[in-house]
Structures are given as C-alpha cells and as structure tokens.
C-alpha cells in the first residue's frame, strides 16, 4: 500500500524508466552519429564537389553552428508546447535531412542540410534529458543522465565503423549512402519514442493537473496520484528575461561556464589528438595507437563518473574533475618534450578525469532549474558551450602554428582552471534532493 509520504522520485526504477532511458538516450547516440560521420564522409565529398578550404570548414562546422540555433529554440519550445511534441521532431529533422543529403548535388545544398541536423541536436538536448529527469526517481537520476553521454559515444564510435564499411562496399558515390545512413537509425528513434506521455511535471506546470494525474497513474500505479508529487507551483514565464533575473542568472552562469571551460579543452583535444600528438613527438603507429587510446580513455572516465556521482556528489566530482585534467594539461605543457609514453599517460589522465565534468554538463541544468524554465535553460547552456567548442576548434591549429604545443596546452589548462574557480564558488549538491528542492533558490 502506498503512503501519502511517499513521492514518485523515492519508488524503484521500474520498466518505464529503463524505456524511457533507451528513448532519451537514443537521442545522445544518433548525436553522436550524425555529428561523427561528416568526419568519415568530408575527404570524399570534397573530391566529388571539388571543395575549397572554405567550404570544407563551412560543412565541417556547419553541425555546430545548428546546434547553437536548435539548442535555443528546442529549449524555448519545449517549455512552451511540452516535453511530447518535442520529443518527435529531433528523429524526423534527422531522417528527412539526412535522406535528402544523398541527392545534395552542391555545397551549399549539403551545409544547409547539415545545418538542419544540428539544429535538430541543439533541439534533443532540452527536450530529451528534461523529459528523462522529471520522470526518474531521485536516487538513479545522476547516473541515468550521466549515461547519456557514454551513448554519444558510442554513437561516434558506431558511424565510424558504418562509414568506413559503407566507404569500402558501396562504389564512387558512397559518401552519399554514409551520409543517408543515418535516417536508418533515426527512423528507428522515432519509432521506440512512440508511446512516450507528456511529463506530468510540465502539465502541472501548465495548469493541466487532471492530465498529469491520469500520466501519474498510468506510469506509477493506480494507488499514485499528484500527492505523490514533489513540485514547484510558481509559473514564470518563459522569457531570457526571467530567466536571468527571476534569481536563476547566477545559477545560468554557473552552467554556462562550467560547461564551456568544460567543452573548449575537451573539442581541441578530441578532434586534434594526432595533430597535437605530432606536435608533442608522438607519431607513426604510436599517434595513431594514442589517438584510440584517448577515446577510449573518454569513454572510460564517464562510465567511472557514471558510477559514483551517487557516491560522492555532484560538487566534489565537478571540482577534482576540472582539478585533476587541468594539472595533466599543465603537465602536457611542462614536459612537451619528454618521451612519447609521458604524453600519452599526461592525455590519459585528461581524458580519464574530464569524465565527471563532461556528464554532469547534462546533470545540473537539468536539475538546479523548475520545471517552467528547465529546457530552455539546458537549451541556453547548450547553445553557448557550442559556441566556445566552434572557436576551440578553430583556434587550436593555429595556436599549434602560432603559440607552439607548450602555449596551447598552458591555455588549455588556464581555461579548465577558470572551471574549477567557477566551480568551487557556486557548484551547488543536489544528490540527496528532489527535483523541487534542488531548484530551489532558497
């Protein structure tokens, strides 16, 4: 029998919420899809379209440039119009771009149509992690959001290895079929998503409580009902405005550059390792061993952070994880000259403890905001981080040529030190809370 006193976020994980992770999650991992294989893809599309350097690096950044549009708007809208809708038009803006991109016959055609996928991934940000953590007992809420970024991984790891079978089987035009490969697994997105309810919290947020009943019911059990449910009943408007001035700036500050000085370092590091290993003597079969070496590190270090944020909390794991990859940075920097093992162990510990900050990028916007203003806020936070990771990007070859390797590194690690500042200041615990009380401002 369940009592009064007991809250949704308190029961145990059930089959809903492991559903709902796959089709929360299966939009981390088409991200990591979409966003990987032009990298698979680019060398043959600029052969094909005779390309120029500028219009390599327009295609290149096109992704990031939408995610920047799609992360405001997904996060706006989905406050607005609800979680559901939402929930649907990231897999078919993927499918019907993705398809369409196997026709592009210029570039121009293909930059737009990439500009579209990444407006689509600034869009799943918001809705996808908003919809899982209203949803998600208290006690899995961390490491289930936390998941999602081991499946954008994945996801990468996966277009390579499809891109690159597809490459060898597929003739003169098969950067056309790598590029539509992904409205396979974006059909398949849209399809687990059917069946997915509205977050009872966003209704209630809407004045909808008979409708947010009904969902509590159906997912929870008939014996539960909105006296199980922890929530906010303040309405703000969803406006930048309020946002930043309802009380809520300084937190969106914190989640802005925290998840920046995350981000800058790690976009550098992740898409230059063979060049800056190069430039730390590291090359041959060693550079390419290495570069494996520093995904897999990345992975290896968020399925850790996966593991114990529950353990040590939300603000110890983000201090010593911008701590720890910003002294292997100043380390890089310090002995660029030393034997090839150092640089790569120095990188290892990078991407070994960078994990916790990368995972709680999607933990704490999702969880230090109401329900009313939730998406947006994730929308902002990462519509922003996407600006620093296009000018990281941009930056890191010609600080290479510029500064040298020993510079690069010592501004790399002064950025992750600005996020451990940041950090220590205003880094709040929410481990223990229920999503009410973590977005408290009191």
Same mark, same amino acid.
């Given at each position: 029998?369940?009592?009064?006193?007991?809250?949704?976020?308190?029961?145990?994980?059930?089959?809903?919420?492991?559903?709902?992770?796959?089709?929360?999650?299966?939009?981390?991992?088409?991200?990591?899809?979409?966003?990987?294989?032009?990298?698979?893809?680019?060398?043959?599309?600029?052969?094909?379209?005779?390309?120029?350097?500028?219009?390599?690096?327009?295609?290149?950044?096109?992704?990031?440039?939408?995610?920047? $549009?799609?992360?405001?708007?997904?996060?706006?809208?989905?406050?607005?119009?609800?979680?559901?809708?939402?929930?649907?038009?990231?897999? +078919?803006?993927?499918?019907?771009?993705?398809?369409?991109?196997?026709?592009?016959?210029?570039?121009?055609?293909?930059?737009?149509?990439?500009?579209?996928?990444?407006?689509?991934?600034?869009?799943?940000?918001?809705?996808?992690?908003?919809?899982?953590?209203?949803?998600?007992?208290?006690?899995?809420?961390?490491?289930?959001?936390?998941?999602?970024?081991?499946?954008?991984?994945?996801?990468?790891?996966?277009?390579?290895?499809?891109?690159?079978?597809?490459?060898?089987?597929?003739?003169?035009?098969?950067?056309?079929?790598?590029?539509?490969?992904?409205?396979?697994?974006?059909?398949?997105?849209?399809?687990?998503?059917?069946?997915?309810?509205?977050?009872?919290?966003?209704?209630?947020?809407?004045?909808?409580?008979?409708?947010?009943?009904?969902?509590?019911?159906?997912?929870?059990?008939?014996?539960?009902?909105?006296?199980?449910?922890?929530?906010?009943?303040?309405?703000?408007?969803?406006?930048?405005?309020?946002?930043? =001035?309802?009380?809520?700036?300084?937190?969106?500050?914190?989640?802005?550059?925290?998840?920046?000085?995350?981000?800058?370092?790690?976009?550098?590091? =992740?898409?230059?390792?063979?060049?800056?290993?190069?430039?730390?003597?590291?090359?041959?079969?060693?550079?390419?061993?290495?570069? +494996?070496?520093?995904?897999?590190?990345?992975?290896?270090?968020?399925?850790?952070?996966?593991?114990?944020?529950?353990?040590?909390?939300?603000?110890?794991?983000?201090?010593?994880?911008?701590?720890?990859?910003?002294?292997?940075?100043?380390?890089?920097?310090?002995?660029?000259?030393?034997?090839?093992?150092?640089?790569?162990?120095?990188?290892?510990?990078?991407?070994?403890?960078?994990?916790?900050?990368?995972? @709680?990028?999607?933990?704490?916007?999702?969880?230090? $905001?109401?329900?009313?203003?939730?998406?947006?806020?994730?929308?902002?936070?990462?519509?922003?981080?996407?600006?620093?990771?296009?000018?990281?990007? =941009?930056?890191?070859?010609?600080?290479?040529?510029?500064?040298?390797?020993?510079?690069?590194?010592?501004?790399?690690?002064?950025?992750?030190?600005?996020?451990?500042? @940041?950090?220590?200041?205003?880094?709040?615990?929410?481990?223990?809370?229920?999503?009410?009380?973590?977005?408290?401002?009191?």
């Amino acid at each position: 029998m369940t009592s009064l006193s007991t809250s949704i976020e308190d029961v145990p994980l059930n089959r809903f919420h492991r559903l709902l992770t796959l089709r929360s999650g299966g939009g981390s991992f088409v991200d990591g899809y979409v966003l990987s294989i032009i990298g698979v893809a680019l060398v043959h599309i600029s052969q094909a379209l005779a390309l120029d350097p500028f219009w390599e690096g327009m295609i290149a950044s096109s992704a990031l440039i939408g995610i920047f $549009f799609g992360g405001f708007l997904g996060g706006w809208l989905t406050d607005r119009l609800g979680r559901q809708k939402l929930f649907f038009v990231g897999p +078919v803006l993927f499918v019907s771009a993705s398809i369409a991109q196997f026709w592009a016959e210029s570039a121009l055609a293909i930059f737009l149509l990439r500009l579209v996928i990444g407006i689509a991934v600034g869009i799943e940000y918001p809705v996808a992690t908003s919809l899982l953590v209203e949803f998600m007992p208290r006690k899995y809420r961390g490491p289930r959001l936390a998941t999602l970024t081991i499946l954008w991984f994945a996801g990468a790891a996966c277009a390579y290895i499809a891109g690159e079978i597809i490459l060898r089987l597929a003739g003169d035009d098969a950067w056309r079929w790598v590029l539509a490969s992904s409205a396979v697994i974006g059909l398949a997105l849209f399809i687990v998503r059917l069946g997915t309810p509205e977050s009872p919290r966003w209704l209630l947020s809407k004045g909808r409580a008979v409708e947010a009943e009904a969902v509590i019911k159906d997912v929870y059990g008939p014996e539960f009902s909105l006296k199980h449910l922890p929530e906010q009943q303040a309405k703000l408007k969803v406006t930048l405005w309020n946002l930043l =001035y309802s009380g809520y700036g300084v937190r969106m500050l914190f989640v802005v550059v925290f998840w920046t000085c995350c981000i800058i370092p790690l976009f550098a590091v =992740y898409a230059f390792a063979p060049k800056v290993l190069a430039a730390l003597n590291v090359t041959g079969d060693s550079a390419a061993v290495g570069a +494996v070496l520093i995904t897999l590190f990345f992975v290896v270090g968020c399925v850790i952070a996966t593991r114990i944020i529950n353990r040590i909390g939300r603000r110890s794991m983000l201090i010593h994880s911008f701590l720890f990859s910003g002294l292997a940075l100043l380390c890089l920097g310090a002995f660029h000259t030393s034997a090839g093992v150092w640089t790569l162990l120095f990188f290892a510990i990078y991407a070994l403890f960078i994990g916790g900050a990368q995972v @709680l990028t999607l933990v704490y916007p999702n969880e230090i $905001f109401p329900t009313e203003i939730r998406a947006f806020a994730v929308g902002v936070g990462t519509s922003f981080s996407r600006i620093g990771a296009a000018i990281g990007t =941009y930056l890191v070859p010609i600080s290479l040529d510029v500064l040298g390797i020993a510079q690069t590194m010592y501004v790399a690690a002064f950025i992750t030190l600005i996020g451990l500042l @940041l950090s220590w200041l205003l880094a709040p615990e929410t481990r223990s809370l229920n999503l009410q009380q973590a977005a408290a401002l009191g």
